[in-house]
């Protein structure tokens, strides 16, 4: 019974059937996982509160932006539901596009099941992948940073400097990893690592992790050179 109730329940949302049948029988694979499906004619709100899912995978062709509003509202209406939106080819606006939905990743659709399983054991552990396309994708960053201007939160916003800690934790959440993670490698307390968090953000003026993201790449605070890899040897530890 415990290993049913452990195991990571991943709602496929899409509206081919062909494509929903082909993620159950790739992830179906994985002792870990449980898999639902539902056709995006459905109510899929409905679904998501019926069944609480970890992960739902948003299969969207990102043109559609009735996709990506329904990512926005999952997101928004269920936050411990953590959304992955497959992409049949995303690039920087498409994913820039992702990011404002408050997505944790956004893979494409021809990714490997290696790859989509591992990120959707990520997301449920509650890393954020999608901030490693920040690293790799300075265009994206730029337009994170452009929306949050236009909001009136300028680079000049910065009320105080970030301590030698704060930049390192915001190291790590640039790789993407979760406060758990970050507290088990820096050896001090997930609480702890939450207060640095809130006062990261309240010092940048971010409004969440991804901006705050984008503002240490422009300010050269972290490099998107600079990838340590230790989130993948501890998770391979759990």
Known sequence: MNKVMNKIKVMVIDEQAFFRTGVRQTLGQED???????????????????????VALLGSDLANRSGLELGRKIAQHFPNTK???????????????????????????KSSSEELANTIRRARNGEYPINESLMTRPQVARHV????????KTMGGIVAPLTNRE?????????????????HILGISEQTIKNHVSAILRKLN??????????????????PEAKQGRRSEYFDEI
């Open 32 to 54: 870990d996982m449980v898999i639902l499906e539902c056709d995006l004619a459905q109510n899929a709100l409905e679904m998501i509160e019926t069944h609480l899912p970890d």
């Open 83 to 109: 959304v992955i939106v497959l992409s049949p080819d995303p690039d920087d606006m498409e994913l820039f596009e992702v990011i404002k939905t408050a997505a944790v990743a956004c893979l494409d659709k």
């Open 145 to 152: 940073l452009n929306q949050f201007q236009g909001l009136g």
């Open 167 to 183: 930049t390192q934790i915001l190291n790590y959440i640039a790789e993407g990893n979760s406060n758990k993670v970050i507290a």
């Open 206 to 223: 971010a409004n969440d992790r991804a901006h705050a993201v984008a503002i240490a790449l422009h300010s050269g605070w972290i490099s």
